[in-house]
């Protein structure tokens, strides 16, 4: 088959996201689906998809989305299964290594995959690196709560299961700046998961975290709530959540399966009797409404912070709705020039010892 026409250079000013094709549950297809639903809303976002070309060509052709994806030939595929350090190791022909080198190289803004988390933090590090000051990098996810955007972010969720005190500082700073880009907070309210509010609760790294996050609020224009439990998590108290990747990782798990069991009560309750199926017919429309506020596609993808650019992690089992949703997560961090802006947040941050850094009236507000 002919190879596709690179068509994007005809189009500069097209934002560039570089989407991995393979790795997840639902293959390809699935992948393409997405892109072709993020690019029928948005003629502003061009595509770089990367995969083994024979199976692209066909399903991007097939969607009409030749004028709008470069595909780069990447044979091999990392599996769910795959080790990250054999990733990185033997990995160089997969296609999420290609896509990420496609942001480093800066022919794209922003990486989207659906594959092996731990594969992608690692070549993620290991290619973008990380930036200068973060010891870990955090991934940050968004969680429907009661403010009035409808989400909350809370980082770190997986990416290192320890955190002591300047880390989380640093997560503090960088979920600001998440906050600020990605949901139009001019002034996000940060909070410290903590097993209780009181002051004298909690280990001394938490202790000595939420000393040092209040003397930086003022000058990085963020208000410091203090701690918080795991109740606020979905509340209208707080914007930003910080904690450790374990206690993340689990409070996120736990989450969508008690969402995941909630739906499937609600099924059984409305299909027990003839009389819960009529008031099933006649509740369908808030039915709906909840089933959307809650449906984890619509805050698909979790976005990795700290690095010398912008990945998206997208559930592995994300269909087309997904996948659009993770799309139009990294279109928006993109086009406010994040990336950018987080690396100006990180470098404002004071090293253990070192005084907090004078306010500057501009760079406060540009960020």
């Known amino acids: 088959m002919a190879e596709l026409p690179e068509q994007n250079s005809a189009k500069p000013d097209r934002t560039i996201i ?59 595929v990392v599996s769910m299964k795959d080790k990250p350090s054999q990733v990185m190791r033997n990995g160089q022909s997969t296609s999420m290594w290609s896509a990420i080198e496609a942001v480093r190289l800066g022919d794209a803004e922003v990486c989207v995959s659906c594959g092996n988390t731990g594969a992608l933090m690692l070549l993620s590090m290991m290619r973008l690196r990380k930036l200068p000051g973060v010891n870990r990098p955090a991934i940050a996810c968004l969680w429907p709560s009661r403010n009035k955007g409808g989400f909350n972010v809370m980082l770190d969720v997986g990416a290192d299961i320890r955190a002591d005190s300047h880390d989380l500082v640093q997560y503090a700073l960088m979920g600001m700046s ?93 299909e027990a009797t003839p009389l819960s199926r009529i008031a099933a017919l006649l509740a369908l429309t808030s039915l709906r409404r909840l089933t959307k506020r809650i449906d984890p596609r619509r805050v698909n993808g979790g976005v990795f912070l700290g690095l010398n650019g912008t990945v998206v992690k997208s559930h592995g089992s994300a269909d087309a709705t997904g996948v659009s949703a993770a799309i139009k997560l990294a279109f928006k961090l993109a086009e406010s020039g994040f990336a ?4 100006a947040r990180v470098a404002s941050i004071p090293s253990p010892g ?12 540009s960020q």
């Open 354 to 365: 070192q005084d907090a850094p004078q306010t500057e009236a501009e760079s406060r507000h």
């Open 340 to 343: 950018d802006r987080l690396a």
């Open 18 to 76: 570089s989407v991995d094709a393979m790795g997840g549950d639902l293959g390809p297809a699935a992948v393409v689906a997405g892109i072709a639903k993020a690019a029928e809303k948005n003629p502003d976002i061009g595509f770089i998809l990367h995969g083994p070309k024979d199976k692209l060509s066909s399903l991007v052709a097939k969607r009409r989305l030749t004028d709008r994806c470069e595909i780069r030939d990447a044979p091999d």
């Open 178 to 270: 998440y906050a600020r880009n990605g949901l139009g907070l001019a002034r996000p309210r940060v909070g410290l998961l903590n097993l209780g509010t009181e002051e004298h609760k909690g280990r001394p790294e938490l202790k000595e975290a939420a000393d040092l996050i209040a003397d930086i609020a003022p000058t990085a224009d963020f208000d410091y709530v203090g701690f918080v439990e795991g109740g606020d998590i979905p509340s209208d108290r707080v914007d930003v959540i910080v904690t450790d990747g374990f206690t993340g990782n689990v409070a996120l798990k736990t989450g969508e399966g008690t969402a995941a069991l909630i739906r499937e009560f609600l099924k059984e309750a409305f």
